[in-house]
């Protein structure tokens, strides 16, 4: 392995065609032919992208000669022989408006290294140096860049970043547009965010609760900060949603609705939403980009990487980044319980959760989470909503058997402590509330982490004086086991849940609902009017399948109570008001 510099420059060569143009010099190559390679994933989204499809056209060059590169795979290629300095020259198609790819147009560029940067085989080491150019097309407003790369040197073309090697390289997403950016410092530790696209944010508002979520997190984990500096990239666009980690930067997108603006003087559940966002990929800077899965510190970037803890890494983290928000004070315990009892409702809702564990979610994530279908609600579980409930039901668990010395947090704790170098096998987590707590949980894991037991919610919560309630809610088509897409005139049947009085009567996925008992029913009418109708009553549904008219008889009986409502007890005994307490405080 060699550890000469592997210097790269990209450039929005034609902002309007979308194309990237990317230049790959190595100054010793293989001589018996040099192996490039591009990551067929991204690390933190368990999905195979090939991201090698979007490489256009690709050529090699050595002593100022086109030499025979040709591919070994769908994402390797290798040069013919040679002894001399390679460049590489591709272009790359970058369409693509989430946080995972590339995406080049005139308003902005922004790209991951995954997407844009092949990797020679051999160099696994070897520093990284890119040259980030300025487009020579005209675009929208002044271009500047922005990365968590280190910064070598600012020049009128471009900027030089460096990387400590390959995968160093690619975990730096990089945005360029004419964006806003503000500042803060934590612990002496330099933050920013940048927003791109049209907004109008109130930025001072955003920095203070900001600065409450990162503070939150940074005490958390004992003060103990794993960068030395941190950047949010954020993307404001009509109504898009999604959030990457990276070891010092995070990806977001959000709707535009979702940033605070000054005349909002309250707490929107939009903006709840992109402060849980940011909470969640910034604790991922502790959890699961420095702590991770064993298996995670050997990456095969060509193929799936199994584990089974996505429920620790995802399901907790999901558990805290909202409990954050109501610890550093940004939510009321009212508001926090509302956003919880949505997490519960969206686990109850699917009867995947009798067949498949968490632990096998986290397994399959790869084919199953990623790839879902009509029919995920009832054959999978996530490891995010139900992993942040098993999250909840073990510190709970844990305060129950200490008598409420001990936490889950402390728990995160230890292992933050312990397990950076070696990272968790999968049953580090398990060893180490056994620890903590000196006490058993083999049968608590095997029921609820192996296998598919409901998990014991209400006791749970009744132990910190909350009560939680399920019931039916007024229009909502899930309790006759079914869900619709509302947006044409008529309803177009998207999910048909296991065990319930849709599936009886034989209704699919695909069937468009045109009038039950004679009576046409649009779309935005149809929970109105099923719930018309009692327990046992039976009605005819009248629907077009393959264009065809059919009728449906069906039966009414309502699914299982599946809405939850969480509400503070006021009977609570006064040491469960105090466990309340320890419990919301941290
Ligand atoms: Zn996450």
Not at 60 to 75: C, G, R, W
Not at 310 to 315: A, R, S
Not at 393 to 416: F, G
Request: a negative charge; charged letters at 20%.
């Amino acid at each position: 392995m060699s550890n000469s510099l592997i210097q790269y420059q990209i450039t929005p060569k034609n902002t309007n065609a979308h194309i990237f143009e990317v230049h790959l010099t190595l100054d010793n190559p293989n001589p018996m032919g040099q192996i490039f390679s591009l990551p067929n994933w991204i690390l933190g989204s368990y999905l195979i992208r090939d991201f090698s499809k979007h490489i256009v056209s690709i050529k090699a060059h050595s002593n100022k000669q086109e030499i025979n590169i040709k591919k070994l795979d769908k994402n390797h290629w290798i040069t013919q022989p040679c002894k001399q300095k390679i460049t590489l020259i591709y272009e790359v198609y970058a369409f693509d408006l989430s946080v995972r790819c590339a995406y080049l147009s005139n308003q902005r560029a922004f790209f991951n290294g995954s997407s844009v940067f092949l990797q020679p085989l051999g160099f696994e080491d070897s520093p990284c140096e890119v040259l980030i150019n300025y487009p020579r097309d005209a675009v929208i407003g002044q271009w500047r860049c922005a990365t968590s790369l280190t910064l070598k040197d600012k020049q009128k073309e471009g900027e030089i970043y460096t990387a400590n090697n390959y995968l160093d390289l690619i975990d730096h997403p990089v945005e360029m547009a004419d964006f806003t950016r503000f500042e803060f410092s934590l612990a002496n530790t330099p933050h920013a965010m940048t927003i791109t696209g049209e907004h109008s944010t109130d930025i001072d508002r955003l920095r203070t609760d900001l600065i409450r979520i990162c503070t939150h997190h940074i005490n958390f984990f004992g003060g103990h900060i794993p960068f030395d500096d941190y950047l949010f990239l954020t993307l404001a666009t009509g109504k898009d949603y999604g959030g990457l980690e990276h070891k010092k930067s995070s990806s977001l997108i959000c709707a535009r609705k979702e940033l605070p603006t000054q005349d909002q003087p309250d707490i929107t559940p939009e903006y709840t939403r992109f402060l849980a966002l940011c909470s969640h990929e910034y604790f991922h800077a502790w959890w699961i980009k420095t702590i991770k899965p064993a298996s995670f510190h050997k990456l095969n970037m060509s193929g799936e990487n199994y584990t089974e803890q996505l429920w620790i890494f995802e399901g907790w983290t999901s558990y805290y980044d909202e409990l954050s928000l109501l610890r550093a004070e940004l939510l009321s315990v009212e508001q926090y319980l509302s956003l919880f009892a949505q997490t519960i409702t969206k686990v109850q809702q699917g009867h995947g959760r009798y067949k498949q564990s968490l632990a096998a979610s986290s397994f399959d994530a790869w084919t199953k989470f990623y790839q879902q279908d009509e029919n995920a609600p009832n054959a999978i579980v996530s490891y995010y909503t139900k992993g942040a409930l098993l999250a909840f039901v073990l510190d709970i668990e844990i305060r129950k058997r200490t008598n409420d010395k001990h936490t889950l947090d402390e728990v995160l704790r230890l292992i933050w402590d312990n397990y950076q170098t070696t990272g968790l096998e999968d049953d580090t987590a398990q060893r180490v509330v056994e620890h903590l707590t000196q006490s058993d949980f083999n049968a608590f894991f095997a029921q609820y982490l192996y296998g598919v037991d409901d998990l014991p919610l209400k006791q749970a919560f009744e132990y910190i004086g909350i009560n939680c309630e399920f019931n039916h809610k007024q229009n909502d088509l899930s309790k006759f086991g079914f869900a619709i897409n509302n947006t044409q005139k008529y309803a177009v049947i998207t999910h048909i849940f296991d065990n319930t009085c849709a599936q009886l009567s034989g209704l699919y996925v695909g069937d468009k609902i045109v009038n039950i008992n004679g009576n046409e029913v649009p779309a935005k009418t149809l929970g109105k009017v099923m719930d018309g109708y009692g327990e046992g009553e039976g009605i005819k549904i009248n629907i077009l399948r393959d264009e065809l008219p059919s009728e449906i008889p069906l039966t009414i009986t309502h699914g299982e109570k599946i809405h939850a409502t969480l509400t503070l007890n006021s009977k609570a005994n006064k040491t469960t008001l105090k466990r309340q307490k320890q419990w919301l405080k941290g």
